[in-house]
């Protein structure tokens, strides 16, 4: 009896033995399982992030670097947007009006300090104003109304490179006028502070304000 009682234990003892072997198989067996899963999350992830950098990279350039724009033709009147260092559209405005676009020029004079109205030559209206609220959007709106009080059909805005797409979208929302954009390019901090600028600007048009 003592002897069938010890063999009993001892087959016990061999089969709980196995299923620990068998056990610790199958969790040596989860792990290689486990770090495929992650790798291939991580390489999906990579791959997603890149996909994100050229469009977003394409988008920047097609928006703010490289944006639509218009060669110069005959309008009823050029409008330089404000706030650019040095004053580059409003002498791009004057120019262009001197070389028989238009006879009248709006020029916004900006933030602060306001800058100075330009002057141009004889036979050329040059209209300085400040908008309210004092921004592209003000800007445009002012415009446009300027444009209906005196009947006008047509407009030539010159905006900074990087605000071309905004400002075009914020005047095709207040106005019907034949429209032709012809951006002042910039380079440097200033383009880059543009861009960023550029994109928070372009995201408040649609969701704060997405009507004229």
């Known amino acids: ?12 003892g061999g089969g709980g033995a196995a299923a620990g072997a068998s056990g610790a198989g199958e969790a040596r067996g989860d792990g290689p399982a486990r770090t495929s899963v992650w790798r291939w999350l991580g390489a999906w992830a990579v791959v997603l992030a890149l996909v994100a950098g050229v469009l977003f990279a394409a988008a920047t350039a097609r928006l703010f670097l490289w944006p639509p724009s218009d060669a110069p033709a005959q309008v009823d009147a050029i409008v330089a947007l404000g706030g650019d260092p040095g004053q580059l559209r409003a002498k791009e405005a004057v ?3 001197e070389q028989g676009y238009a006879s009248v020029v709006l020029v916004s004079r900006g933030g602060y300090p306001p800058a100075p109205c330009p002057t141009a030559r004889a036979g050329i209206e040059v209209v300085c104003f400040r908008a309210d609220p004092l921004n592209t959007r003000g800007e ?3 415009a446009t109304r300027e444009a209906a009080r005196r009947h006008w059909t047509s407009m030539l805005m010159v ?5 071309a797409t905004r400002a075009r979208l914020l005047f095709r929302r207040c106005s019907d006028l034949r429209l032709l954009v012809v951006p002042v390019s910039v380079h440097g901090t200033d383009l880059l502070y543009g ?18």
């Open 1 to 12: 009896m003592s002897d069938g009682t010890g063999a009993a234990t001892g087959n016990g």
């Open 95 to 97: 120019s262009l009006a």
């Open 140 to 142: 445009v709106e002012l």
């Open 159 to 163: 905006p900074g490179r990087a605000q």
């Open 195 to 212: 861009i960023a600028y550029e994109w928070a600007a372009l995201a408040k048009a649609f969701v704060v304000h997405p009507s004229c």
